[in-house]
């Protein structure tokens, strides 16, 4: 039990589809964070949340979209995604935006097909 | 911006052995977080270790031990008397002190694979 949680661990979806993605955290951590990590590549920092207010990057498509609604939970909405959509995404959480160590959820695995 | 460069794809010992990770980074930052993370096959991203960059001392947990050179942005973690479950990919990741929007950056992993 790391504390932090993701549903679903595995998501398939067409190309059409809306779909979201769940972290909650029971750390009582102040920000969260979601990763994407594709084959053969570095797993990279999608969005950061602190005390619910989102940081940008600037290098997210924006078929995705995500939701902070309080410090315990984060979303992922995703839309009209691509099949190079497709990889493992993990949410993390940490006390405080960059200065703490960060905890892992168990990534949902999804396929955009 | 920083990068981590993890060179060695996969390795692989026999059990009990002592096995070395090597890790080099490139930063302008004076203060900033190294870690090293484990991934086993179940994909649960799991902390091994930390270190602080402002601190000399190597990190050690248990049986796990940095060496850090600051100077050569180097950070290497060794395994003492591996165990069958240290298998997993290992990522060695990189932080700004208040690291902001940039969170952990990551390098490519390396596959450790421990024989019986």
């Known amino acids: 039990e790391t504390g932090v949680t993701q549903t679903p661990r595995h998501l398939v979806m067409g190309m059409t589809n809306k779909k979201s993605l769940k972290c909650e955290q029971h750390?009582?951590?102040?920000?969260m964070y979601w990763y994407k990590q594709s084959a053969k590549k570095p797993l990279e920092l999608m969005f950061v949340y602190s005390l619910e207010e989102r940081v940008e990057n600037n290098s997210v498509p924006s078929r995705f979209s995500p939701e902070c609604p309080n410090s315990s939970h984060l979303f992922l909405h995703l839309h009209t995604l691509q099949p190079e959509d497709s990889a493992l995404y993990l949410c993390?959480?940490?006390?405080?935006?960059?200065?703490?160590?960060?905890?892992f959820g168990p990534g949902t695995r999804l396929l955009v097909l | 911006a920083q990068t981590v460069t993890q060179s060695q794809p996969e390795m692989s010992v026999q059990e009990a052995e002592t096995v070395t990770l090597s890790c080099t980074y490139d930063?302008?930052?004076?203060?900033?977080?190294l870690f090293w993370y484990k991934q086993p096959p179940s994909r649960q991203m799991i902390l091994v270790i930390r270190?602080?960059?402002?601190?000399?001392q190597n990190a050690t947990e248990n049986r796990f031990s940095v060496n850090f050179q600051k100077a050569a942005k180097s950070f290497s973690l060794k395994i003492s008397d591996s165990q069958l479950g240290d298998t997993a990919m290992y990522f060695c990741?990189?932080?700004?002190?208040?690291?902001?929007?940039?969170?952990?950056?990551f390098g490519k992993g390396t596959h450790l694979i421990i024989q019986p």
């Open positions: 270190q602080e960059a402002y601190k000399q």
């Open positions: 990741a990189f932080m700004k002190h208040r690291g902001g929007a940039d969170g952990l950056t």
């Open positions: 750390l009582g951590h102040n920000a």
């Open positions: 993390a959480s940490s006390p405080s935006r960059g200065l703490e160590t960060q905890y």
């Open positions: 930063t302008s930052e004076s203060n900033y977080y």
